[in-house]
């Protein structure tokens, strides 16, 4: 399987950008998005089941953070809004088959290169 994806970049306090993962390869039952700032360890950030669509969200993101996919064209999203400084990280798009509430780096075995996310004024 591999995933690219793409869409970091620069952005200010307060703005908005959509990453997008390419998924190829097998189907995964679940997809989704973890982060790691500079010092820091991996974290979870969200995480979308292939099929029916249920979403989970670290809490730091809710209400801001929005994942979703769309099978047709093997592809899934994180759209991020009102972003913080916090949020600066390499966004990393994964692939697992582990139960829905594992949520270490580990339960996804399958792993693209990162996009970097940089929010500052």
């Known amino acids: 399987v591999q995933l690219q994806a793409s869409g970091g970049g620069l952005v200010q306090p307060g703005g908005s950008l959509r990453l997008s993962c390419s998924v190829s390869?097998?189907?995964?039952?679940?997809y989704g998005w973890f982060r790691q700032a500079p010092g820091k360890e991996r974290e979870f950030v969200a995480q979308i089941r292939w099929n029916g669509g249920q979403t989970t969200y670290t809490d730091p993101v809710k209400g801001r953070f929005t994942i979703s996919r769309d099978k047709a064209k093997n592809e899934v999203y994180l759209q991020m809004n009102n972003l913080k400084p916090e949020d600066t990280a390499v966004y990393y798009c994964?692939?697992?088959?582990?139960?829905?509430?594992?949520?270490?780096?580990?339960?996804?075995?399958?792993w693209g290169e990162g996009t970097l996310v940089t929010v500052s004024s």
């Open positions: 994964v692939a697992g088959m582990s139960t829905w509430y594992s949520l270490r780096p580990t339960d996804f075995g399958s």
């Open positions: 390869g097998r189907t995964f039952n679940k």
